[in-house]
């Protein structure tokens, strides 16, 4: 089993849809937890920190469910310009970490 | 004024021969990382440096060696370049201790194996 896990997509929605994305992680330990986004050809860039109580960025809102192990993704009002591969990314335990990355959602915002 | 910075962009040379690729943050970060992103798009850590000390060393073929001079600069070389190692490698840097610290990412080397 992967230590992330990430419906790989595309997700093909209207603009001006809400789409979610959920992510699965294996390791209980896991500590920190973003969402990233990468556009095409381009490099990671951090999109949000992912909290336990749950936390919102404008049209964005991540949500962490420990007991279950997954974060969610909700974007609502979609635009063409959120178009992007999104990371679910964990840091695992507590010593010297390292991201690790889930194999990314495709999102395509289509007009 | 960029964060993180990876030379070259772009790489294309041939099977076997040997290549660096350098990155350097300015961001004052003390930790960074290597990551090698396939053709399937998987983003996988290969190597971490703390204040120049190797932390992480994923299973990784020894003909890659990651060269820290300094907190500011972690270099890749590679030997012997193999077809699989076609890919895109992204450096990254970090502030070690801070849990919430998100990771900036350089823009990547793209490196093709002819």
């Given at each position: ?77 979609s635009?063409?310009s ?9 840091i ?20 | ?13 041939q ?87 998100p ?5 990547g ?6």
């Open positions: 089993r992967k230590e992330v896990e990430q419906d790989p997509g595309p997700f093909n929605v209207p603009e001006g849809a809400t789409v979610a994305f959920n992510c699965t992680y294996s390791n209980s330990a896991s500590q920190s937890f973003f969402w990233y986004r990468q556009d095409c050809r381009k490099e990671p860039k951090l999109l949000m920190s992912v909290y336990s109580s749950g936390n919102e960025d404008g049209r964005f809102t991540a949500q962490l469910n420990r007991a279950s192990q997954y974060i969610s993704l909700l974007i609502r009002d635009k063409l959120d178009s992007a591969t999104y990371l679910c990314v964990v695992r335990g507590t010593g010297r970490r390292a991201l690790t990355f889930g194999s990314g959602t495709r999102l395509q915002v289509q007009p | 004024d960029t964060a993180v910075s990876q030379t070259p962009k772009y790489l294309v040379t099977m076997g021969n040997d290549k660096s690729i350098k990155c350097e943050q300015n961001l004052g970060h003390d930790t960074m990382y290597w990551y090698k992103q396939d053709s399937k798009k998987f983003l996988k850590i290969m190597f971490s440096y703390n204040n120049k000390e190797l932390i992480i060393n994923e299973t990784v073929p020894n003909r890659f060696s990651p060269k820290s001079p300094d907190k500011a600069h972690l270099n890749l070389h590679i030997n012997s370049l193999e077809l699989g190692d076609s890919a895109v490698y992204f450096c990254a840097s970090s502030k070690e201790g801070d849990r919430s610290s990771q900036h990412f350089g823009d080397t793209r490196l093709s194996i002819l």
